[in-house]
């Protein structure tokens, strides 16, 4: 263990820089609020949070997130791991990644359970696949820029165990009943990993198809629900009238409204519905 650091769960020391995630805006207290409730309710179905606290000042410098992989609320499916939703470092320079990911493996190897982690390809700043390659995860299955990876410091993977591997999405346009004749349907994927249950990009686009009124329908699906992600697969997307929205970033109203005024113009939805493994998101 590292001596510059203290081990602690989510309390009113961290909770404020646990639940902006990072890379919310910390005055979003809506979001923050949110994942704050997931964290506490999940934490009864066996999510782990691990946050790193100089040792000097008490201040959090990073954290980590564990669940266990048959519960994890993204498009992975797995037995006998943990899996590993994010591990930020806040401040407080080298080491203390490694020291949180440290404490993963022995949390891990107390429960006889390997780790399992989703990482980044040629992503810059978030879950960075080299990193995780250099302290012996092994790659288990690649999908666009993401590449699954495992590490077993508990035995987990041994023969007759099966290796981590994404779920196949299986996605089609379903209108509800009701629905107006030329309807645009636009189904909003999400995790509750960053924001809880709450989506901002149900959001966005519910406010971007207000000016159509019953013309567009928009629904939101919650990876965290065990059925969604048996049903469909997927963890996060966005389509429009069977079309995958062509970009990972956080949406805008501006790109929302394009995305309703295509499907518009090009009238017949897109069936089968398109999927595009080199944009599937991560988080």
């Known amino acids: 263990m590292d001596d510059r650091l203290v081990f602690r769960g989510l309390d009113d020391t961290n909770w404020s820089a646990v639940t902006s995630c990072g890379h919310m805006d910390a005055g979003d207290r809506l979001d923050a609020e949110s994942r704050g409730r997931y964290i506490e309710k999940e934490s009864a179905n066996g999510l782990v949070l691990v946050v790193a606290h100089s040792r000097v000042d008490y201040r959090p410098l990073g954290f980590v997130e ?39 493996e022995r949390l891990a190897q107390a429960s006889s359970r390997g780790l399992v982690v989703d990482g980044c390809h040629d992503v810059y700043g978030f879950m960075p696949a080299s990193y995780f390659a250099r302290q012996g995860f092994v790659v288990a299955e690649s999908r666009g820029s993401r590449r699954l990876m495992y590490k077993n410091p508990a035995g987990a993977g041994k023969p007759g165990m099966p290796v981590p591997r994404y779920l196949e999405p299986s996605y089609r346009i ?54 969604i992600r048996r049903r469909y697969g997927i963890a996060r997307a966005i389509f429009v009238n069977g079309a995958m929205r062509p970009n990972g970033d956080t949406i805008k109203i501006e790109e929302a409204s394009r995305l309703l005024d295509t499907a518009f113009q090009r009238g017949t939805p897109i069936d089968p519905p398109s999927w595009d493994d080199s944009i599937s998101r991560l988080f």
């Open 66 to 104: 564990l669940v266990p992989i048959e519960t994890a609320a993204r498009d992975v499916t797995g037995e006998g791991a943990m899996f590993l939703h994010c591990i930020l470092v806040l401040e407080g320079g080298a080491g203390i990644g490694r020291a949180l990911l440290g404490e993963c």
């Open 174 to 227: 379903d209108p509800p009943q009701g629905a107006p004749p030329g309807v645009v349907v636009v189904d909003v994927f999400h995790t509750p990993l960053c924001t809880g249950h709450r989506s901002p990009e149900f959001e966005v686009m519910r406010q971007a198809a207000a000016r159509y009124g019953e013309r567009v329908t928009v629904r939101s699906w919650d990876a965290g629900d065990p059925e």
